[in-house]
């Protein structure tokens, strides 16, 4: 924590975030990095989550030196401010002393299918996660955080199967007999 706060203090909260402007999902990094300067690390999540549905992941496997990082102004005339490692910090620090899970939206009646390799709704191998869990290295994204998320998603009203091929198990067809409205083919 002491080392995250001290990192966080670097950041220089630019009136216009350059760092913003480089990060895909629009993360508030001056934002979120304020608080974790303050020691407010369970607001910093609440900011980051606003934009970020999964940043125990991102904040590993993101490029982030490629993407906010590379437009800190502080790495004009030294080291960038480590926001990927904040990022993951936050997430960590979260997941190890809060790791409240959301709650069940209420539903509209619309049933989707997700096919695909990520956490989703019907799942070609045993463990939800896809490439999450079987392409990356465990050094780089440990699975019980992979685990955990898909669990945060549970919570949510999401069912995951798995072992399911879609067009060997069950066809696109089978799951618009079964009621599904949609289905978003996410295979990788």
Not at 115 to 130: C, K, M, N, R
Request: net charge negative; proline share 5%.
């Amino acid at each position: 924590a002491e080392m995250a706060i001290n990192e966080a203090k670097r950041c220089l909260q630019c009136k216009k975030p350059h760092c913003v402007e480089g990060c895909p999902v629009n993360i508030h990094i001056p934002e979120f990095i304020h608080e974790v300067a303050e020691g407010n690390f369970e607001k910093a999540y609440e900011i980051i989550t606003d934009t970020n549905a999964l940043p125990a992941l991102s904040g590993r496997v993101c490029p982030q030196e490629t993407q906010c990082e590379s437009k800190c102004v502080r790495g004009n005339k030294g080291e960038p401010v480590a926001i990927g490692r904040l990022e993951r910090f936050v997430a960590d620090w979260y997941r190890e002393n809060i790791n409240a899970m959301p709650k069940k939206a209420e539903s509209n009646g619309i049933k989707v299918a997700v096919v695909g390799s990520g956490p989703s709704l019907f799942e070609a191998l045993h463990t939800a996660g896809g490439v999450l869990v079987y392409g990356i290295p465990e050094f780089r994204l440990p699975k019980a955080i992979v685990a955990n998320e898909v669990e945060k998603l549970k919570a949510q009203g999401v069912e995951v199967m798995t072992d399911m091929v879609i067009g060997k198990v069950l066809s696109i067809d089978e799951l618009f007999e079964m009621g599904f409205e949609a289905v978003y083919v996410a295979s990788g």
